[in-house]
């Protein structure tokens, strides 16, 4: 009579080859997801969204107040600086008279950011209009907005 003999376990061969398809699927996954590509996008829709709310506030002043946008704002494009950080950063201008009643805060870049400047920048084209935008935007972005 023979002895039938239970295999109890896995072969080397097949444990390695169970391991390389999950690293292959591993890989395929995270290179669909992409997780640089998907942080980018999620910093520059914050920044889409705050130049909206600089420009929303500029706006709102120069509604409250006859036509007069707030000071500072020139033809020269400048960085929006945060609070009182004028003297401290050059090209820079101050619109802390927005934070209060128009906005909560001012606005800061989400990576470029730096202790003085906001990183958005505000210009008055030669036809009136305001411009602002986030030089800051990732991935080739151009993130600016005019009214």
């Known amino acids: ?6 295999r109890k376990g896995f072969t080397l061969i097949e444990l390695l080859l ?7 699927l591993a890989s395929i996954v995270i290179v669909a997801i992409n997780p640089t590509k998907q942080l980018g ?12 709310t600089v420009l929303s506030a500029v706006y ?13 704002i020139s033809t ?8 009182n950080a004028v003297d ?11 934070t209060g009643s128009y906005l909560v805060r001012m606005p800061r870049d989400p990576q470029a950011a730096s202790a003085t400047g906001t990183n958005y920048w505000i ?16 991935q080739g972005a151009a993130i600016s907005v005019e009214k």
């Open 1 to 6: 009579m023979r002895k039938l003999h239970l």
């Open 18 to 24: 169970v391991i390389g398809i999950i690293a292959i």
């Open 41 to 52: 996008d999620a910093r520059n829709a914050q920044r889409r969204s705050d130049v909206n």
């Open 60 to 72: 709102q002043y120069a509604i409250d107040n006859d036509g007069s946008l707030p000071s500072g």
């Open 76 to 83: 020269t494009s400048q960085q929006i600086c945060t609070t």
């Open 88 to 98: 401290a950063t050059p090209n820079c201008v101050d619109l802390d008279t927005l």
């Open 123 to 138: 210009v008055e084209g030669s036809n009136g209009r305001i411009t602002v935008s986030a030089p800051g935007a990732e």
